[in-house]
């Protein structure tokens, strides 16, 4: 089974719009992290949210806000007032339970995401 | 953020030739880095956890003798592609675990495009 699944290959929005780009995960653990990054045209990964699996409170970074449902095991990235640079590939990631090697991330198969004016 | 250094960008060499890539931790110390291998349009596929002071643990599929890592300092590991052919080529990432209250977080290189000739 897949550990995270992104079910939205690409996504299109229009400039100054929110966007929500999908995450579901699967784990066993209880003590796990859930992660956002953007990946664009050049290669580089940029990190832009965390999330806590004992986090109460939903996380937030400027635009970027992380809607975290832990019964349904999901991690949505809400992107707000969407800007042209923000069209790039985006990766869900997890890092689970401080077990042995576990503390490698797993990512999805992310969402190409195109912003248009 | 915590700033990763990955040298070089982009290298082409001939079929047979060695390559090396080198993963710096700029301003902070890494006991951990992540080697990362990506083929074009798909997601990132973790290839080994580098330790300093210790051998590499590799993941199921990656041969250690073809890809020699070395974490020899706190702040830099290498990844050497071995006899490298045309099916190495592929664009490599590494990532580091982030300082003090950012250890949760994957801090990435901006990545190295090989091509194999």
């Known amino acids: 089974a897949q550990k995270i699944t992104q079910t939205q290959p690409g996504m299109f929005v229009q400039e100054k719009e929110a966007v929500t780009l999908d995450c579901t995960y699967d784990?066993?653990?209880?003590?796990?992290?859930l992660f956002w990054y953007k990946q664009p045209s050049s290669g580089e990964m940029i990190f832009l949210i965390y999330?806590?699996?004992?986090?109460?409170q939903n996380a937030t970074e400027g635009r970027y806000s992380l809607n975290f449902q832990k019964a349904r095991k999901s991690a949505n990235l809400v992107i707000s007032a969407s800007q042209l640079g923000d069209s790039a590939m985006y990766f869900c990631?997890?890092?689970?339970?401080?077990?042995?090697?576990?503390?490698?991330?797993?990512f999805g198969s992310g969402t190409q995401l195109t912003v248009l004016p | 953020g915590a700033v990763v250094s990955q040298h070089p960008s982009w290298v082409i060499c001939k079929s047979g030739t060695s390559v090396k890539i080198e993963c710096r931790s700029l301003?902070?110390?890494?006991?951990?880095m992540f080697w990362y291998r990506q083929f074009p349009k798909q997601s990132l596929m973790l290839m080994a956890t580098?330790?300093?002071?210790?051998?590499?643990?590799?993941e199921q599929g990656v041969e250690k003798d073809k890809f020699l890592i070395n974490h020899a300092s706190l702040t830099l590991s290498t990844l050497t592609v071995t006899s490298a052919h045309p099916e190495d080529s592929s664009f490599y990432i590494c990532?580091?675990?982030?300082?003090?209250?950012?250890?949760?977080?994957?801090?990435f290189g901006a990545g190295t495009r090989l091509s194999v000739l």
């Open positions: 990631a997890m890092r689970e339970g401080r077990k042995g090697s576990a503390r490698q991330l797993t």
């Open positions: 580098s330790n300093e002071g210790s051998k590499a643990t590799y």
């Open positions: 784990t066993s653990d209880q003590s796990y992290g």
């Open positions: 999330q806590g699996s004992y986090d109460e």
């Open positions: 990532s580091a675990e982030g300082p003090g209250s950012a250890k949760n977080i994957q801090y």
């Open positions: 301003d902070f110390q890494a006991t951990t």
